[in-house]
């Protein structure tokens, strides 16, 4: 489909291990976000890429989390060192652009559990 | 700190009836408000929007108000059908802000046929 697309859609691991999370956007989307929903919680904003200019890191939450966005297209999340309260489920959006807080188009999710 | 608040965490409505779900927010920079829908196992997709400038903007059953002084906004759908079941989220953003969107923890509505 045309969809932004995520993988895993479930991924259990082991407290300490480290966990990288995919997301393809939807083509031609020059702008990419990240966002976690823990339980009970709204979306919080992770990070966003524009193009080729430098990420807004500003709400990853420590330094376990990191995200690379290559060639502008494919983003990987990435969270080292996987404690329980990283549960959540990580959600990917893109849109075409920033310019006039364009519409984001999501993902369906990757459910995280650490054990 | 939660800055946009969806208190009510579910809604139940008589399908026909209007559904009226409610969110406050506290920053009074945000301008530009957005309602998703989400259904289960699935990322949400966006509904309707509203610029600070407008107090209403209304896309078929689909209507939502703002009140900048009350920083308040509503979403109404009428009628209400059974597949409109879903969780409900408002988010804000401010334009001097950057890229961030804020969400709320949404409302769970259910359609009763």
């Known amino acids: 489909g045309a969809g932004v697309s995520q993988s895993p859609s479930n991924k259990v691991t082991e407290k300490g291990k480290d966990v990288e999370l995919r997301c393809d956007p939807i083509?031609?989307?020059?702008?990419l976000y990240w966002y976690r929903q823990s339980l009970g919680q709204g979306l919080e904003f992770l990070i966003y890429f524009q193009g080729n200019s430098a990420p807004d890191k500003s709400g990853l939450p420590s330094d376990r989390f990191s995200a690379e966005r290559t060639g502008g297209s494919v983003s990987t999340l990435t969270i080292q060192r996987t404690q329980q309260e990283d549960s959540a489920v990580y959600l990917c959006?893109?849109?075409?652009?920033?310019?006039?807080?364009?519409?984001?188009?999501f993902g369906p999710g990757t459910r995280l559990l650490v054990l | 700190d939660q800055q946009v608040k969806q208190n009510s965490p579910s809604l139940s409505v008589q399908e026909g009836r209007i559904s009226i779900l409610n969110c406050d927010y506290t920053?009074?920079?945000?301008?530009?408000f957005l309602w998703y829908k989400k259904y289960p196992a699935e990322g949400p997709t966006f509904l309707i929007s509203i610029s600070s400038i407008k107090d209403k903007n209304e896309d078929g059953r689909f209507t939502v108000f703002l009140n900048k002084s009350a920083k308040h906004l509503s979403l109404h759908i009428v009628p209400s059908q059974p597949g409109d079941s879903a969780v409900y989220f408002c988010?804000?953003?401010?334009?001097?802000?950057?890229?961030?969107?804020?969400f709320g923890t949404g409302t769970s509505l259910t359609v009763i046929p």
């Open positions: 920053n009074s920079m945000f301008d530009y």
């Open positions: 988010a804000a953003s401010a334009s001097n802000t950057g890229n961030q969107f804020y």
């Open positions: 083509s031609g989307h020059t702008a």
């Open positions: 959006a893109s849109s075409l652009s920033r310019l006039e807080q364009e519409t984001q188009y």
